[in-house]
């Protein structure tokens, strides 16, 4: 079955750790996106790739980084420098072009303890 | 820069009944897509329905339907004969056209809609 696996959905980080989640899809969709979800903020961007090799950032990057060295991978690192990084976090993808809805993986809840 | 408002919470309606979710967006541009995503309480997020701005008829998907107002910028989501499963998070988003280059969908925060027996 084609979709967007992220894992794991529970991931505990004591602060000051770096940590990686991780988002693979299987749709063979070129955009990819990461997202982070607080009560009452809604889904705010994180980061964002249109291709292989390449991504720009959203709205809160700071304390992120993200990688893009494969079409199906798209993984998100929370470094020590993000000062609240306990959240809800839903990775996405898109096909680039003309289609239009993005797929959502299940999400990971981080918490730093 | 594009953004989306909900300006509605939380919103309850009757089980069998109907129930309409606001959605106001602001954009220069003229083409666009916007959706409304539902997350129910598993968290996985769920396309309810989509409307490209170019077309001026309404989306309908069964249940639910949509008023978009273009020069209003108002998108709006009806949900008739409403049920206990429709208990969720709604999103409303949108998503610029492919053309501009680059594309990112915007979300607003959010209504969520409760279900009553």
Redesign the interface.
Known sequence: DGGITQSPKYLFRKEGQNVTLSCEQNLNHD?M?W?RQDP??????IY?S?IVNDF?K?DIAEGYSVSREKKESFPLTVTSAQKNPTA?Y?C?S?I???S???F?G??TRLTVV | AQTVT?SQ?EMSVQEAETVTLSCTYDTSESDY?L?WYKQPP????I?VI?Q?AYKQQNATENRFSVNFQKAAKSFSLKISDSQLGDAAMY?C?Y?SW?TSG?????????TRLKVLA
Do not use: V
């Open positions: 955009a996106y997202y009452g903020q809604g889904l705010r961007l964002y249109q720009q959203g809800f839903l996405a898109s680039r072009g003309t239009t809805e993005a959502f299940q999400g | 909900q919470p897509y959706f598993s968290r996985q997020m396309l989509r490209e999103f988003a998503r492919a680059t594309y990112k969908y915007i979300f607003g925060t959010g």
